[in-house]
C-alpha cells in the first residue's frame, strides 16, 4: 500500500498482526539450514536478568538475584555499583526515574508504581541565579556548585528498598563498598572517558584529586583506580540508609561543600527532600498495556508519540523505508511543540491525561502530511486540557517471579557540574540548568520557570511493556534529547516490525526536535534516502550514534536481554 494512501487511515487504530503478510516474499536463502532471520540475537538466561551499560555492575545485579533478591535489590545494588564504576552517569550526587512492577504475592495484588526521585531546585532558588551580566544562562554557572539541583538517587533507592525490598538495605551497597575501596580496573573506555575531564575539573581541586593521580596524570586502561572518600560515604549510607545522606554528619559536609563553592543548596533542603511515588501513566499500543514514568518525565511524550503512530498502519510502510521515517519524523515534530506543556511543581501541573490520551493524539495526527514535511507554521499549538481525564544510564531488571524494574537516572551533563563536594566523593549533578533560565514567559516554556522549589524535568523514560498483566519488555535509555525519539523507534521496532529485543535496538535510529530543527540520521541507513526525504522538505543531517538501550524480553521461563553495542562495556547478564 503506497503511504498516500496510510494516511486516509489516520484515526483509526490498527492492530498489528504477529503474522507476515501473505502476499509478501518470503526470505527462502543465507546458505543456514537453522534460517536466521534477523542478524542480531538476544543474550538468553533463566532466573532472572540484568542489563546495564556497564558489565560490572551488571553482574553485581545478577548475584543479588543469585542469593534470592528481588528486582528492586538488584536495582539497589546496581544504582550504587554504577556510582562506583561509571562516574559519567552513575550516581549518587544526582536523580533519576524509576518503574517498578512487583507481582501479586501471598493475597496482595500486583504493584505498579512510578517513583521520581530526580533534582529539585532549593528553597534558595532566585531567577537570576545562573544568569550572567548580560541577562542570560552563564553556562560557567551552570557547571558549578550554582548548577546542582537536590540529589534525589539515595532517597529513591531507599524508597523502593523500603517498599519492596526482601535483602539487608547494606547488603545491597556493600558491593559498591569494596569497589571504591579496594579500587577498580579501568576499561579502555571508562579511562578515557575520565581523562578526558582534566580540563572540565580543572577548577575544583576536589574532583581533581579523585578522578587524577597526585601528580596529575589520568589512570590508565587496566589501573586500579581507588574512592576512598565515596567509600566512606557509601559506608554511611550503608549503616543509617537515607537519614545518612539527607542528615548528620555527611548531609552537613555535603551543604558545607556547597556552600563553600557558591551553591545555595542548604542542610534544610537536603532534610526535606522527597522523592514523588505515584501511579505510572498507563496507555497501550497495538493491544499491549504500556507503564510510562509520569512527568517530570518524558513517558507523556512517547505515550503521545506511540498513540499517534497507532492511527496509522506502521507495519505496511516498511521499516527504514521514506514513509516510515517521514511519518516517524512528523509525529516527533509535534510532540516536541507539546513538550511546552510539560513541568514540574510547585508552579505547574502537567496535563498528562490529556497528553497521553487517544483521542488527543487522533486530532494532532491530522496535521500529518505525506507529500511534504511540516514547517513551524503547520504546527499550531495544541490544547489537551480538554481531554484531560544529556549523560545518563539507564538499566533494566526482571527477576524469577516476574518483578520488574526500568531505572533511568543521571548528573545531566556526563560528570554532572564537574564538582566534588570535599571530603565525600560525591561527584555532583548540574540539573538546575535544565530550567528556563533569563528568557521570561514569553516564547518559553512557563512549565521549566526556575523557581524555589521546582521539581527540575527532563526527557528521561523508562518503560514496561505488558502482555497478559505480566512484564515483557522492559526497557529504556539515556542520550538527553535523543531518548524520547529512540524510545518511540524500540517499541514500534518490537511491535510494530516484530525485531527481536537486541535487532531493534541495533538498527540504525533518526531523531527529530521542532519544526525547524534538521532530521538526524545514524550511520546505516541508504544514502538514497537523504535525497528522497530532502523532496519532502526535511533537512537531513548524519549524526553519531543516538541512546544505549538496555533490554530485556520475557519469553516464558527464558529472559532475553539487549545491551546496547553504541556505548561500550554494557552486559546482559543472565541468573544462569
Known amino acids: 500500500m503506497a503511504f498516500a494512501a496510510l494516511l486516509s487511515l ?12 501473505p502476499a509478501a516474499p518470503r526470505a527462502t536463502t543465507g546458505g543456514d539450514i537453522v534460517a536466521y532471520d534477523q542478524i542480531h540475537k538476544p543474550a538468553i ?21 543469585r542469593k534470592g533478591g528481588n528486582a528492586v535489590d538488584a536495582a539497589v545494588a546496581v544504582g550504587f555499583a554504577l556510582a562506583v564504576v561509571l562516574p559519567r552517569a552513575g550516581n549518587i550526587g544526582g536523580g533519576g526515574y524509576m518503574l517498578v512492577h512487583m507481582p501479586a504475592k501471598g493475597g496482595k495484588p500486583a504493584v505498579d508504581l512510578a517513583i521520581d526521585y530526580y533534582g529539585q531546585a532549593s528553597r534558595n532558588t532566585t531567577p537570576d541565579l545562573l544568569l550572567g551580566a548580560n541577562g542570560k544562562f552563564d553556562p560557567a554557572k551552570g557547571y558549578s556548585m550554582k548548577g546542582v539541583a537536590i540529589p534525589g538517587t ?20 556493600a558491593p559498591a563498598i569494596a569497589m571504591a575501596a579496594k579500587g577498580v580496573a579501568l576499561s579502555d573506555d571508562e579511562a ?17 584529586a579523585v578522578y587524577f593521580k597526585p601528580d596529575g596524570s589520568a589512570y590508565a586502561p ?49 532534610a526535606d527532600y522527597r522523592p514523588i511515588v505515584s501511579a505510572p501513566i498507563w496507555s497501550s499500543y497495538r493491544g499491549r498495556k504500556v507503564a510510562y514514568m509520569p512527568p517530570t518525565a518524558s513517558g507523556v511524550s512517547v505515550a503521545e508519540a506511540m498513540n499517534i503512530l497507532e492511527t496509522f498502519p506502521v507495519r505496511e510502510g516498511k521499516w527504514g523505508s521514506t514513509a516510515n521515517l517521514h511519518l516517524l519524523a512528523e509525529t516527533l515534530k ?52 480538554p481531554f484531560e481525564s544529556k549523560d545518563t544510564t539507564h538499566f533494566s531488571i526482571v527477576d524469577a517471579q516476574g518483578g520488574a524494574v526500568s531505572n533511568t ?30 528568557r521570561g514567559t514569553d516564547g518559553q516554556r512557563r512549565a521549566t520557570l526556575p523557581v524555589a522549589g521546582k521539581r527540575v524535568g527532563s526527557t528521561i523514560t523508562p518503560i514496561i511493556v505488558f502482555q497478559d498483566d505480566k512484564p515483557w519488555l522492559v526497557t529504556g535509555t539515556p542520550g538527553g534529547g535523543y531518548i524520547i525519539a529512540t524510545m518511540v523507534q524500540m517499541l514500534s521496532n518490537v511491535m510494530d516490525f516484530d525485531l527481536n529485543v537486541a535487532e531493534a535496538a541495533e538498527r540504525p535510529r533518526i531523531n527529530q526536535g521542532d519544526a525547524d530543527a ?6 546505516g541507513f541508504s544514502p538514497d534516502l537523504v535525497g528522497l526525504l530532502e523532496a519532502k522538505g526535511h533537512k537531513v543531517r548524519m549524526s553519531n550514534t543516538m541512546g544505549s538501550v538496555q533490554s530485556i524480553m520475557v519469553d516464558g521461563d527464558r529472559f532475553l536481554g539487549s545491551a546496547d553495542t553504541r556505548r561500550p562495556d554494557a552486559l546482559a547478564v543472565g541468573v544462569r
Open 10 to 21: 489516520a484515526g483509526t487504530p490498527v492492530m498489528a498482526s504477529a503474522q507476515e503478510d
Open 409 to 438: 537516572y543521571t548528573l545531566s551533563a556526563s560528570y554532572g557540574a564537574h564538582v566534588v563536594a570535599p571530603g565525600t566523593g560525591i561527584l555532583l549533578n548540574n540539573s538546575l540548568g535544565n530550567l528556563a533560565w533569563g
Open 518 to 523: 534538521p532530521l538526524e540520521l545514524e550511520q
Open 192 to 208: 578515557q572517558a575520565n581523562a578526558d575531564q582534566k580540563k572540565a575539573m580543572a577548577d575544583d581541586p576536589a574532583a581533581l
Open 45 to 65: 538466561g533463566r532466573g532472572g536478568m540484568v542489563v546495564s551499560q556497564n558489565a560490572v555492575a551488571a553482574r553485581v545485579g545478577a548475584d543479588i538475584l
Open 222 to 270: 587496566g589501573e586500579t583506580w581507588r574512592q576512598p572518600d565515596l567509600a566512606n560515604t557509601l559506608k554511611t549510607i550503608a549503616a543509617k540508609g537515607r537519614d545518612g545522606f539527607y542528615a548528620g554528619p555527611l548531609a552537613a559536609k555535603l551543604a558545607a561543600g556547597i556552600k563553600a563553592g557558591s551553591g545555595v543548596i542548604d542542610a534544610r533542603d537536603l
Open 334 to 385: 509535534i510532540v516536541s511543540s507539546d513538550r511546552r506543556l510539560i513541568g514540574g511543581g510547585p508552579d505547574w501541573r502537567t496535563p498528562t491525561s490529556g497528553l497521553a490520551s487517544k483521542a488527543y493524539a487522533a486530532e494532532r495526527a491530522k496535521l500529518i502530511r505525506t507529500d511534504r514535511s511540516l514547517g513551524r507554521t503547520d504546527v499550531p499549538e495544541g490544547n489537551p486540557y
Open 154 to 173: 539515595v532517597a529513591g533507592l531507599w524508597e523502593a528498598h523500603r517498599r519492596f525490598g526482601s535483602l539487608p538495605w547494606g547488603t545491597l551497597v
